[in-house]
């Protein structure tokens, strides 16, 4: 092989020498439109699963794997008993049976709250680990009473590690946080799981995000969804992707499965610049990195003032150092003045500056406010991305 491109690949692809190929597979299933389709739809499911062969590394199912469909309200948490415990005992029976790995987003009904979660089978069947949503929409917890008590409190990243493969996850919505990408990276997966239930992008916005979000996190993306129907142009896309953004096999919308081989131990490695060595996307962006331009972020941000308490503990003081000692301690509520013949600006952006969205804030407006300098308190709140965790009360 020519020298030169001997040298290039070598840029691009770092092999570790105990790797070896694995094969995966990622099936979609049709997404019922009403309830009288759910039952052929997850007959489907099973059936492909009943497919499954000992060829087989990894096999990933789609969120709600239970309900591959639309449902209401009392029909969605129906179906998650009548259909949960077969699809889990079906999902045990088949890693059992090829030896292989499988990933299922299903709800874990153990909790006292239900949770939506990616289960873990071991090759013996045993449930190995569960990955729960981190990013739930609204309707999952409004509408459909699912937990989402746990997403308000720190965590590290969750990560599996099997046979020496390094597995992260993913669910849906948790795919549109780029920002989590970053802090992933840090944790040097090979394979990101993903489930998803995903039914309005089109094609073209979920391939970008999934090339996305394998190129940030230096990982495999196995992603399984659900089909719109065979000719729709939203939703669907389970696919496979390496770690330089190519689709290495998509679905879009066909209803069947995808069989994709890759070696999980193949990196890549971009050149870093000015004579330094090849690097990991992650690591050559964290040479940069300058957090402090960006929104907050961390475990010391507590939810905004729409997720609040409606009791909550509250320290009132203009003294920065009481603030951030009461912030510190867990109080969950902090309250300053600003008297508009102060220099109430330096007053505001020092607290802002130290304690944005550690803690809701009662700005208390003291004196005769103009609307011009309503707006500037309101732009301070803006540029310190404090918006969601302030709201303002008049003082004497």
Same mark, same amino acid.
């Given at each position: 092989?020519?020298r030169?491109?001997v040298s290039?690949l070598s840029l ?9 190929p694995m094969?995966?597979r990622v099936i979609?299933?049709?997404f019922?439109?009403d309830?009288a389709?759910?039952?052929e739809?997850?007959e489907?499911?099973?059936? #492909?699963?009943?497919?499954?062969? *000992?060829?087989?590394? $990894?096999?990933v199912?789609? @969120? /709600?794997?239970e309900?591959?469909g639309?449902t209401?309200?009392?029909g969605f948490?129906?179906t998650?008993h009548?259909?949960?415990p ?5 999902c045990?029976?088949?890693a059992r049976?090829?030896?292989t790995? =499988?990933f299922c987003g ?5 909790w ?6 990616i289960y873990? %089978? ?6 190995l680990?569960?990955y729960? &949503?981190?990013?739930?929409t609204?309707?999952e917890?409004k &509408? ?7 997403t308000r @409190?720190w965590?590290q990243?969750y990560?599996?590690?099997? @046979?020496g493969?390094r597995?992260?996850?993913l669910?849906?919505?948790? %795919?549109y /946080?780029?920002?989590?990408? *970053? ?8 394979v990101?799981?993903?489930s998803s239930?995903q039914?309005?992008?089109p !094609? !073209?916005?979920l391939d $970008? $995000? ?5 190129y940030?996190?230096?990982a495999y993306l196995? +992603?399984a969804s659900v089909s719109?129907?065979?000719?729709s142009k939203t939703g669907?896309c389970s696919?496979v992707v390496a770690p330089?953004?190519?689709?290495l096999?998509?679905?879009y919308? &066909?209803v069947?499965?995808?069989?994709v081989? /890759?070696?999980?131990?193949v990196?890549?490695? &971009?050149? *870093?610049?000015?004579?330094?060595p090849?690097?990991? !996307?992650?690591?050559?962006i964290e $040479?940069g ?5 960006y929104r907050?972020g961390?475990?010391a941000?507590?939810?905004p003032l729409s @997720?609040?308490?409606a009791? +909550?503990?509250?320290v %009132?003081?203009?003294d920065?150092? #009481?603030?951030?000692a009461?912030?510190?301690t867990g109080?969950?509520?902090i ?7 102060s220099?109430?600006e330096?007053?505001?952006r020092?607290i ?8 809701i804030m009662? =700005?208390?407006?003291?004196g005769?406010?103009s609307?011009d300098?309503?707006? +500037? ?5 803006f540029?310190?991305?404090?918006d969601?965790h302030v709201?303002?009360?008049?003082g004497?």
């Amino acid at each position: 092989m020519n020298r030169l491109l001997v040298s290039a690949l070598s840029l691009l692809l770092a092999v570790n020498a105990v790797a070896a190929p694995m094969k995966s597979r990622v099936i979609q299933p049709l997404f019922a439109q009403d309830e009288a389709g759910l039952d052929e739809s997850f007959e489907w499911t099973l059936r #492909e699963l009943d497919r499954c062969d *000992a060829s087989l590394d $990894i096999v990933v199912l789609p @969120e /709600f794997s239970e309900v591959p469909g639309k449902t209401t309200y009392p029909g969605f948490l129906e179906t998650v008993h009548k259909y949960g415990p077969v699809l889990l005992d079906k999902c045990a029976e088949t890693a059992r049976r090829c030896s292989t790995l =499988v990933f299922c987003g299903a709800i874990d009904t153990s909790w006292d709250v239900p949770r939506n979660a990616i289960y873990v %089978f071991g090759r013996d069947g045993s449930v190995l680990g569960r990955y729960y &949503k981190e990013h739930l929409t609204a309707g999952e917890w409004k &509408k459909y009473g699912l937990d989402n008590e746990y997403t308000r @409190e720190w965590t590290q990243p969750y990560i599996l590690d099997i @046979e020496g493969v390094r597995y992260m996850f993913l669910i849906c919505y948790d %795919f549109y /946080f780029y920002e989590a990408y *970053a802090n992933i990276a840090r944790w040097k997966p090979d394979v990101i799981i993903g489930s998803s239930h995903q039914r309005s992008d089109p !094609h !073209h916005v979920l391939d $970008i $995000i999934d090339e996305f979000c394998a190129y940030n996190t230096g990982a495999y993306l196995v +992603r399984a969804s659900v089909s719109m129907g065979k000719k729709s142009k939203t939703g669907g896309c389970s696919c496979v992707v390496a770690p330089t953004g190519k689709i290495l096999g998509n679905l879009y919308s &066909k209803v069947k499965h995808l069989d994709v081989t /890759f070696d999980p131990k193949v990196k890549y490695l &971009k050149p *870093a610049g000015y004579g330094n060595p090849p690097a990991m !996307h992650s690591e050559y962006i964290e $040479i940069g990195r300058r957090p402090w331009y960006y929104r907050p972020g961390g475990s010391a941000i507590v939810a905004p003032l729409s @997720e609040a308490p409606a009791e +909550r503990s509250v320290v %009132f003081s203009n003294d920065l150092a #009481e603030l951030a000692a009461a912030v510190a301690t867990g109080t969950q509520e902090i309250a300053f003045e600003l008297d508009v013949s102060s220099d109430w600006e330096s007053t505001l952006r020092a607290i802002l500056s130290k304690l944005s969205c550690h803690a809701i804030m009662n =700005v208390r407006l003291k004196g005769v406010w103009s609307d011009d300098a309503l707006a +500037r308190v309101k732009e301070l709140v803006f540029i310190y991305d404090a918006d969601q965790h302030v709201y303002y009360t008049t003082g004497k």
